[in-house]
């Protein structure tokens, strides 16, 4: 039995959730687990004919629930008897809930959890993609959730999809009368008088340099909708952040909403049993008076807010510099390899001036390039310390149009900040750009944090949050920052299982690295060259640590040099946004989780965007690895980099690139559980040429390669003590349209090495003749003793076989290959040449020949023991 649940108290979202959940289960029983908000048992007095089927928790059988469906709740402490459902055995528990951050202890096994204005929406966007179709009455009570939840779609924390939902139900009938009668109704004569004793209370409070307000009160009875006041409080008042705290009761109730990413609303309540987003937060707390929880909230305040930022919270660093000998041609190219606009030029370790870019330009145009950049760059400059605030940058940088502040300690230079780092603090949050179309290092995406690791303690096993607890700790002792980075953390967030663990350094990582080995005991490889090193555990657990870096390309598709560089800037050389995220390790910050680049909207918009505009030509290989993660994650390649997929195709950008690599991105497709998919893109997008143009996908390649798939996993099944490569069955069923010039061919333009060419090519040309022979007599309807099929397929190579599967029409072809691999390739004779010897048979070619004849009576039955063999060896020694 399914049942659709939400948390006790439950409001408009939560209905709306429940609805839209039942055209996802149309099986399940609606149950609430609680009471209700007035506003919404108001509702159902007056407008009864709204009233969705519902079944009281009473009727319910609890020991026949094997499905629990959850909205707008993780925790078990808010859904009452459920929860001991949730924790059953056996029981799947799928979550639709648009508080990510939540701490909740209910782990699902299905459902959807990400940042969203209202749980509505997000099971909105499921049913439009799903086509599936809404009555206008659920229509309206959805689109009272999604209004209630974003404040009519004004709140902070909406989002597109919440505007997209709104829009869908709309055309789908909601009367939005009635959502507007009862989402935004006057004040009572209670509220009223609540919100006037809340506004006489109202005290700001300065925590680590911001402006925190609280406001309290007390009533004997109870009074509904305090978010309400809260948000006109915030409006009127004009605050940045604020904490309603009103005892109703034998409870206090908190509500909390922050405008600004200093204080964490979500995380602040959380820690007093209640949670939300970071704009807007909630909780209940039962067995304290308003004072006391007053008081711990300010307590927890100082812990929890961060403080406003300083020059050191914004500088980039290592800082890249120039000498101060460098021409104004040399500075071009200076600027243009790492990709700023204007640099620091250096005398030794002191600083004597900046020259920007706009400067370079100018002078290269009038003809000045084999002139000192210092004769041209910037001397008087604004010298910012790491305490500096940020309001003693913004008028140099604003205001006087400087490109860059250089932060020292004494006269040492430790950082530089940029125009581009300094509108990203002031308008952080503000600018949400669908698709970027230039490079992100200047996009004005805010350095966004956020608290991951109540994730971390319930998705990963508690060996690996051990494991990162001692990298971290390792850090600490060394002063290095350290942070997990790339896949691991991208699957972390999107729920999926990865054991392979990258950690970059901001400092000297193989130095890290082995005085991490040494703790432990581990051993240590290092590459010098890279600045990187692989630790090796003892059961050969292996985690990938590196010194955080920059890479640029001398010429397009070369290899990359390596420089050592800031975490922003080793992650900006990465492919994709996606794997952009990085988790901090060392410090307080254990479980911090930094985007730089906007990875976690594009994890939510399912979207593989590369990360500057050069991507693909810098790196022609990232082409493949794009279409690998869009059919492995089931994400889309974003409209702006298909376009420059499609430029670098046009370009010939591939053609430059090295066999080898190509082959490694080719046989990485090959091994992904759907290659076919993947093969079918990169068709599309007109890739398959560059491994050999004669390569076009047609009716028979795509039956072939549909084949492959069946026949690697019947092969799988077998559970055989035998490997097999997976992607050459791939990669012959791509090029069975070709003849076997183009095939070597195609085999030379991929760097396969020549011994395994020759071997390929001519395990080919067998297979295809064998296969041609099978398939004639099959044609005609001649018999096929098992010895013929033996001596057919003998010798050819499991991933041949796998391909003959594949590519035959027959069934009885494939039975007969099936025979072999199950059966016939296993079967031996029992006496050897030894025993012929003994028999008299002198040496000669006919010791082949009587052993082959016994292993054809062995096949076809004809020989059951070592005596029947004998026998046979005899008369065929005699008859010589």
């Not at 909740?104 to 204005?117: A, K, N, W």
């Not at 555990?537 to 390309?553: C, M, Q, W």
């Not at 004639?776 to 190579?797: H, N, Q």
Request: net charge negative.
């Amino acid at each position: 039995m399914d049942v659709i649940t939400t948390h006790v108290n439950a409001d408009f979202d939560c209905l709306g959730a429940m609805v839209a959940a039942k055209r996802l289960y149309p099986d399940a029983l609606m149950v609430f687990s609680g009471s209700q908000e007035k506003s919404m048992r108001d509702f159902f007095l007056k407008s009864p004919s709204y009233v969705p089927p519902f079944t009281r928790l009473k009727d319910v059988d609890f020991e026949q629930i094997t499905r629990l469906i959850l909205v707008d709740c993780q925790h078990s402490s808010r859904v009452g008897r459920f929860a001991e459902v949730a924790g059953r055995p056996g029981v799947e528990v799928h979550i639709y809930d648009h508080h990510p951050g939540a701490s909740g202890d209910i782990r699902p096994s299905g459902g959807e959890i990400r940042d969203c204005g209202a749980s509505t929406s997000i099971l909105a966007k499921i049913l439009r993609e799903r086509g599936t179709e809404v009555t206008p009455v659920e229509a309206t009570l959805m689109m009272l959730g999604i209004y209630e939840d974003t404040g009519n779609l004004t709140f902070p924390s909406t989002t597109t999809d919440d505007y997209a939902a709104a829009s869908w139900l709309l055309e789908r009938g909601a009367n939005l009368n009635v959502v507007a009668d009862f989402v935004t109704q006057e004040l009572t004569a209670q509220q009223v008088s609540l919100l006037n004793d809340l506004i006489k209370s109202l005290q700001t409070v300065c925590v680590n340099g911001v402006d925190v307000a609280i406001a309290h009160a007390a009533l004997e009875y109870y009074v509904g909708d305090i978010a309400v006041l809260a948000h006109m409080m915030r409006d009127m008042e004009n605050l940045e952040a604020l904490f309603v705290v009103v005892a109703m009761g034998d409870r206090v109730y908190l509500v909390a909403r922050s405008r600004i990413p200093e204080v964490d609303v979500g995380a602040i309540l959380r820690e007093m049993g209640g949670g939300g987003h970071a704009t807007a937060a909630a909780a209940t707390v039962r067995g304290e008076t308003v004072i006391q929880v007053v008081e711990r909230l300010q307590r927890l305040l100082p812990e929890r807010v961060n403080p406003k930022r300083t020059a050191a919270d914004l500088m980039s660093s290592p800082v890249m510099t120039m000498p101060v000998g460098t021409t104004l041609a040399e500075a071009r190219e200076y600027l243009t390899r790492y990709n700023v606009n204007a640099m620091p030029v250096m005398d030794g370790e002191r600083m004597t001036g900046i020259i920007s870019r706009r400067i370079v330009e100018k002078a290269l145009y009038h003809g000045l390039g084999d002139l000192p950049a210092s004769e041209y760059m910037h001397t008087e400059y604004l010298c910012a310390e790491p305490s500096t605030p940020i309001a003693a940058l913004q008028e140099y940088i604003v205001v006087q149009h400087r490109r860059l502040v250089p932060v020292f300690e004494k006269e040492r230079l430790v950082g530089v900040i940029t125009r581009t780092d300094l509108l990203r603090y002031m308008y952080a949050g503000l600018q949400r750009t669908a698709e970027a179309v230039y490079d992100l290092a200047r996009d004005n995406l805010p350095v966004r944090r956020r608290e991951v690791l109540h994730l971390m303690n319930k998705s990963l096993p508690a060996r690996v949050v051990s494991l990162l607890r001692d990298l971290g700790r390792v850090g600490d002792e060394l002063e290095l920052p350290v942070y997990a980075v790339g896949g691991f953390v991208r699957d972390l967030l999107l729920g999926n299982e990865n054991d392979d663990i990258d950690v970059s350094v901001e400092g000297d990582g193989i130095l890290f690295a082995e005085t991490f080995a040494a703790r432990m005991g581990y051993r240590v490889k290092s590459h010098e060259k890279f600045g990187t090193a692989v630790i090796v555990f003892p059961d050969g657990f292996k985690v990938d640590v590196a010194s955080t870096r920059l890479e640029y390309y001398a010429t397009p598709g070369a290899l990359p040099t390596v420089e050592r560089s800031s975490l922003k800037m080793d992650l900006y050389r990465r492919d994709f946004t996606i794997n952009t995220l990085a988790i901090r390790l060392s410090g307080a910050d254990f479980g911090m989780l930094f985007d730089y680049f906007g990875a976690y909207r594009d994890l939510q918009e399912k979207s593989i965007r590369v990360l500057h505009n050069l991507s693909f030509v810098e790196d022609p290989t990232r082409v493949f690895r794009a279409i690998r993660f869009e059919q492995r994650l089931g994400f889309q390649i974003s409209r702006h980099t298909e376009n420059l997929v499609k430029n670098a195709v046009k370009m010939g950008f591939l053609d430059k690139l090295g066999g080898k690599r190509l082959l490694n991105e080719l046989v990485a497709i090959m091994k992904e559980r759907e290659p076919v998919r993947a093969i079918l893109r990169m068709s599309g997008l007109g890739l398959l040429r560059f491994i050999h143009p004669e390569i076009v996908l047609q009716a028979e390649n795509l039956r072939v390669l549909d084949e492959v798939k069946k026949v690697t996993t019947w092969f799988d099944l077998l559970y055989l003590a035998e490997t097999v490569e997976v992607w050459v069955v791939y990669f012959l069923a791509l090029t069975t349209a070709i003849s076997d010039d183009s095939f070597w061919g195609a085999c030379t333009r991929l760097s396969v090495s020549e011994h395994y060419r020759e071997r390929l090519i001519e395990m080919r040309i067998h297979g295809e003749q064998v296969l041609e022979v099978m398939e004639r007599k099959v044609a005609r309807g001649e018999d096929v003793r098992p010895s013929d099929i033996y001596f057919w397929l003998r010798g050819l190579t499991t991933e041949v076989l796998l391909y003959i599967m594949a590519k035959t029409r027959r069934d009885e072809v494939r039975k007969f290959v099936s025979l072999f691999v199950t059966r016939l390739r296993g079967v031996t004779t029992s006496i050897t040449g030894d025993d012929l010897k003994r028999l008299g048979l002198p040496a000669g070619p006919r010791y082949r020949e009587i052993l082959d004849r016994i292993l054809t009576a062995r096949l076809n039955g004809e020989a059951a023991s070592r005596d029947d063999e004998l026998r046979i060896a005899s008369g065929e020694i005699a008859a010589v």
